[in-house]
C-alpha cells in the first residue's frame, strides 16, 4: 500500500457541497469538493464536525463512497432520527454549504486491487458504504479480482446503491452480488430473506482454502455475528477485516 | 443497551491519532501485555461513550489505550501495551 502518501498528521479541512443525491428514503449521499484532498484508499473514511452557534461541537465518522479515481469525495449518509450530526447531513445541508471535515482516515480497513483477492464483501444497511468505494474502485481500474458482495437491507427500497451494483453485477467481470431482505420481500424476490448467518455465508462465502480476503461493515452487532461465523466457518481471523458502526453511527 | 453494541474498532480512533502521530495508525500493530495477542489497532476494541476513548484488546479485553481531550490538548495513557509498532 502506498504507504509515504499516508503520511502526515491530519488536519481539519473545509469541502464544498456540490451535489446532494437521495439513494433511498433515509440515506442521502454528498458530493464534496475537498480543495488539496491527498487522495484516499477504498474503505477509508472521513471525520465530519459540526460546530453549533454556542460553540458546542460534535463529530462522526462517515465511509467514503466513491473510488479514488473520482475527482470529488462522496460520502453516503444514512440519516437517523436520534443523531446529533447525521440529522443535519441528511435533511439539511444545501449545495454550497461548506463542511469542516479530516481525512483520509485510516489504512487497515481498506482494499485496492493490488491486495488482491479473492474478495469477499459483507454489508448490513449503510455498512455498504466503503465496500462501494472499493467495487468502483474495481470496476474503474478494470480489475478481475473474483469477487462477492453479500449485502443486508430491510426491505428492497432500503437497499443503497442498488442500480448500480445491478450494474456492476451485469459486467460479468468476476462480480457477484448477493442481495437478503431481512424485514419484507417484494413478490417474486428471488434473494435470500434473512438475517445473515452462518448458513448463508457458508453459501456465498469463498472456501476458505481460497484464502480470501474478507471486510465486513454494518451495525456492531452484525458485523461481530458475521465475523465469529466465518472464523468457525473456517476463515481466517486475520484475513477477516471488520468495521463496526456502533448501535446508530449518530 | 449493553457495552458490547457499543463497541465499535481501532478505525474510529484513526481520526484522533492521526491528529498526534504522522504515521497512519489503524495499522500500526500492538502487543497486548494481558494476553500477549498482536493486532493492528484497526481490529482492537474501542468505546467513544466514556468520558474519553477507550482501546481494548480484542482477545482478552485489557485497556491499551485512554485517550481524553481538553483545551484541545490530548492525553493518552498507555495501559497495557507491550509495545506498538507502526
Known amino acids: ?94 449545495p454550497g454549504d461548506k463542511l469542516e471535515l479530516r ?63 445491478e450494474h456492476l453485477a451485469a459486467r460479468a467481470d468476476g462480480l457477484d452480488v448477493f442481495h437478503t431482505l431481512t424485514r419484507r420481500q417484494p413478490d417474486g424476490w428471488d434473494g435470500y430473506a434473512r438475517r445473515v448467518d452462518a448458513q448463508l455465508l457458508a453459501e456465498t462465502a469463498w472456501p476458505p482454502a481460497s484464502m480470501p480476503l474478507t471486510y465486513v461493515c454494518g451495525p456492531t452487532s452484525f458485523v461481530e455475528t458475521v465475523a465469529n461465523a466465518l472464523v468457525l466457518l473456517g476463515h481466517e481471523a ?11 453511527g449518530g | 443497551m449493553g457495552n458490547a453494541e457499543l463497541r465499535v474498532d481501532g478505525n474510529a480512533v484513526g481520526g484522533v491519532l492521526g491528529e498526534i502521530f504522522v504515521h497512519e495508525m489503524t495499522s500500526a500493530r500492538v502487543k497486548c501485555e494481558g494476553c500477549s495477542a498482536i493486532e493492528p489497532l484497526g481490529a482492537e476494541h474501542v468505546y467513544m461513550q466514556a468520558p474519553g476513548i477507550v482501546v481494548r484488546c480484542c482477545h482478552c479485553e485489557s485497556v491499551l489505550l485512554v485517550i481524553t481531550q481538553r483545551d484541545g490538548s490530548y492525553m493518552i495513557g498507555f495501559q497495557q501495551i507491550a509495545w506498538l509498532e507502526t
Open chain 1, 1 to 94: 500500500m502506498a504507504r509515504a502518501a499516508l503520511l502526515g498528521r491530519l488536519n481539519w479541512t473545509l469541502g464544498e457541497v456540490v451535489e446532494l443525491i437521495d439513494e433511498t428514503p433515509r440515506v442521502r449521499s454528498i458530493v464534496l469538493d475537498v480543495p488539496e484532498w491527498p487522495g484516499h484508499l477504498p474503505g477509508q473514511h472521513v471525520d465530519i464536525r459540526l460546530t453549533a452557534a454556542d460553540g458546542y461541537q460534535a463529530q462522526r465518522s462517515y465511509s467514503i463512497a466513491s473510488a479514488p479515481e473520482n475527482d470529488r469525495v462522496m460520502l453516503t449518509v444514512e440519516g437517523l432520527p436520534d443523531g446529533e450530526v447525521s440529522p443535519y447531513l441528511v435533511d439539511e445541508l444545501r
Open chain 1, 103 to 165: 481525512g483520509p482516515i485510516g489504512g487497515y480497513f481498506a482494499w485496492d486491487a493490488r491486495l488482491g483477492g479473492p474478495l469477499f464483501l459483507v454489508a448490513g444497511g449503510s455498512g455498504i458504504v466503503p465496500l462501494m468505494s472499493m467495487l468502483r474502485h474495481r470496476a474503474v481500474t478494470e480489475s478481475s479480482v473474483p469477487s462477492r458482495l453479500l449485502n443486508s437491507s430491510r426491505t428492497r427500497q432500503d437497499i443503497i446503491f442498488r442500480e448500480e451494483l
Open chain 1, 238 to 248: 486475520r484475513r477477516v477485516k471488520t468495521e463496526r458502526f456502533g448501535p446508530t
